[in-house]
């Protein structure tokens, strides 16, 4: 079946702009992820929903990040008033459930570059 | 709180040798571990994953890995390299639903190199 989409695969914006991404997950995950990579480390997480819902936002940076799922599948990630920092590889992840041992899927990431 | 250190952020081998990837973790709740791979321009792809079964985990592509909670260590090992094994490695840990949530703590990754 279809894995995890991102889309766009690229984007590059100007300091000060706003952007979204999008993520689809696998059809009837329940749990959906984001992290960002920056060159040269691991992932590091973002939020995570389970459903509709954001169950941990711990890791979003600041104010100017913000993500929904309105219907319990597709995501959005938008950023505001961009800033060079926020440059990055952003991941989306979906699993079936919450469950600790259920792996996370991951999609190909959007690479963000922001001027 | 959760973290992974994965010793070597490169690691170069000869095709047919042994490949050796470290990662020690550390929890405060019996961890769920992770390897996941990723090639050039990919994804991460799920290598295999430790869910407190058997300790000795084997994954795809003839990796496999060993938990040893006395060394807080889940180190990926394949005996024999093969080319196609370029990439680069990230160890991850999750917490269960008591502690630690449900996101993973990667590590910051293993480049490997097979040479001829």
């Known amino acids: 079946g279809a894995g995890v989409s991102q889309t766009p695969s690229n984007k590059v914006t100007e300091k000060g702009k706003y952007v979204e991404l999008r993520c689809d997950p696998i059809s009837g995950h329940t749990a959906l992820y984001w992290y960002r990579q920056s060159l040269g480390q691991g992932p590091e997480f973002l939020i995570y929903f389970q459903g509709t819902g954001a169950a941990d936002d711990s890791g979003l940076p600041n104010d100017r990040f913000f993500a929904v799922r309105p219907e319990g599948s597709v995501s959005t990630l938008k950023i505001q008033r961009t800033e060079r920092g926020d440059s990055a590889v952003y991941l989306c992840?979906?699993?079936?459930?919450?469950?600790?041992?259920?792996?996370?899927?991951f999609g190909p990431g959007t690479r963000l570059t922001v001027l | 709180a959760q973290s992974v250190t994965q010793l070597g952020s490169h690691v170069s081998v000869s095709e047919g040798a042994l490949v050796l990837l470290r990662c020690n973790y550390s929890s405060s709740v019996p961890p769920y571990l992770f390897w996941y791979v990723q090639y050039p321009n990919q994804g991460l792809q799920l290598l295999l994953k430790y869910t407190s079964a058997a300790t000795l985990v084997k994954g795809i592509n003839g990796f496999e890995a060993e938990f040893k909670k006395s060394e807080t260590s889940f180190h990926l090992t394949k005996p024999s390299a093969h080319m196609s094994d370029a990439a680069e490695y990230f160890c991850?840990?999750?917490?269960?639903?008591?502690?630690?949530?449900?996101?993973?703590?990667f590590g910051t990754g293993t480049q490997l190199k097979v040479e001829l």
């Open positions: 992840a979906s699993s079936l459930t919450i469950q600790g041992a259920d792996t996370q899927y």
């Open positions: 991850a840990v999750r917490g269960g639903l008591t502690g630690g949530g449900n996101k993973l703590t």
